[in-house]
């Protein structure tokens, strides 16, 4: 019954390959985010999709691509992957946005080699 | 410079000390105040949540905000070894393109020793 739930928690790669992580959401919330942990632990965010729709687009290389077939799911997928690509990548949810209500998953670690 | 500047420590303390953990921010337009814990291998958890300038207190924890210099503070009372954790500041602005955007600091580490 886990609320935010991502896969795969470990993610051991080699430069140049593509890979994805999925996300999933059991609490109802609307809106769904992709933050970044370097490190330092310093979070920052990526994305955030509300209702399926991409609200949230920080300055992130095109080589990540954010998709939410549905508001309980949000995926990542990371195309050439870089040694920079190398970082937690936490999935969180809230209701309409609101800053208040965050259920952070418990992250996915990705090591690129 | 980072709109959210926070000491990341480490901060090392014996079980029963008071700790307090700041943060400093650029943006004026922040009015949500959050400080999280994150557990080793653990996302963040919500630990105290204040909007705008004043204090707030939640058992061991007090949250205070001011707005005037841009600074906020959490303080710890009598800290137990379950309190050693990460603990992040992180804040908000209202609607717009803040929508739901949450602006971290780096994060404190925090150990508390029996």
């Known amino acids: 019954d886990t609320a935010v739930s991502q896969t795969p928690k470990y993610l051991v790669t080699q430069m140049g390959n593509d890979k994805s992580i999925k996300c999933e959401q059991n609490?109802?919330?609307?809106?769904m985010y992709w933050y970044k942990q370097d490190s330092k632990k310093f979070l920052k965010i990526m994305f955030s999709?509300?209702?399926?729709?991409?609200?949230i687009n920080e300055t992130v290389p095109n080589r990540f691509s954010p998709k939410s077939p549905d508001k309980a799911h949000l995926n990542l997928h990371i195309n050439s992957l870089e040694l920079g690509d190398s970082a937690v990548y936490f999935c969180?949810?809230?209701?309409?946005?609101?800053?208040?209500?965050?259920?952070f998953g418990s992250g996915t670690r990705l090591t690129v080699v | 410079q980072k709109e959210v500047e926070q000491d990341p420590g480490p901060l090392s303390v014996p079980e029963g000390a008071i700790v307090s953990l700041n943060c400093t921010y650029s943006n004026s337009a922040f009015q949500y105040f959050m400080w999280y814990r994150q557990y080793s291998r653990k996302g963040p958890e919500l630990l105290m949540y204040?909007?705008?300038?004043g204090n707030k207190e939640d058992g061991r924890f007090t949250a205070q905000v001011d707005k005037s210099s841009k600074y906020i503070s959490l303080f710890i009372r009598d800290s137990q070894p379950s309190d050693s954790a990460t603990y992040l500041c992180a804040m908000s602005g209202r609607g717009g393109t803040s929508y739901g955007k949450l602006t971290f600091g780096q994060g404190t580490i925090l150990t508390v020793h029996p």
């Open positions: 999709y509300n209702n399926k729709e991409l609200i």
């Open positions: 204040t909007y705008s300038s």
């Open positions: 969180a949810s809230s209701q309409g946005g609101n800053n208040y209500g965050y259920t």
């Open positions: 609490l109802g919330h609307d809106t």
